[in-house]
């Protein structure tokens, strides 16, 4: 079992900058490959972006590139998602999710989800 919760969310202008948070308990934190979802009221769940157990190249979605980084720190067992330059398409509800034998980081198929935190964009 893995538990996750996130934090760092909450309202920002459109240009801003927010760090999301995601600490985890439970079964080692390094064995697991990491990502962050979104949900936004009236779409879809999508993945943000992805890394894999030992922080390799990170995969990032298309609508994050170039402004949202994904890190970890397994001493820490903590997952960030540092997003910049924010866009009010960014409002959504963000996760924190664990897969523990992920073969691709673009298809994450999260065993474990955290609860979410809200992020609004203020334009």
């Known amino acids: 079992q893995v538990q996750l919760v996130e934090s760092g969310g909450g309202l920002v202008q459109a240009g801003g900058s927010l760090r999301l948070s995601c600490t985890a308990s439970?079964?080692?934190?390094?064995?697991?490959?990491m990502g962050w979802f979104r949900q936004a009221p009236g779409k879809e769940s999508e993945i943000v972006a992805a890394i894999s157990p030992g922080g390799g190249i990170p995969y990032c979605a298309e609508s994050g590139k170039g402004r949202f980084t994904i890190a970890r720190d397994n001493a820490k067992n903590t997952l960030y998602l540092q997003m910049n330059s924010l866009k009010s398409e960014d409002t959504a509800v963000y996760y924190c999710?664990?897969?523990?034998?992920?073969?691709?980081?673009?298809?994450?198929?999260?065993?474990?989800w955290g609860e979410g935190t809200q992020v609004t964009v203020s334009s």
């Open positions: 439970g079964r080692s934190f390094s064995t697991y490959a």
């Open positions: 999710a664990a897969e523990y034998r992920n073969r691709a980081l673009v298809a994450l198929r999260p065993d474990y």
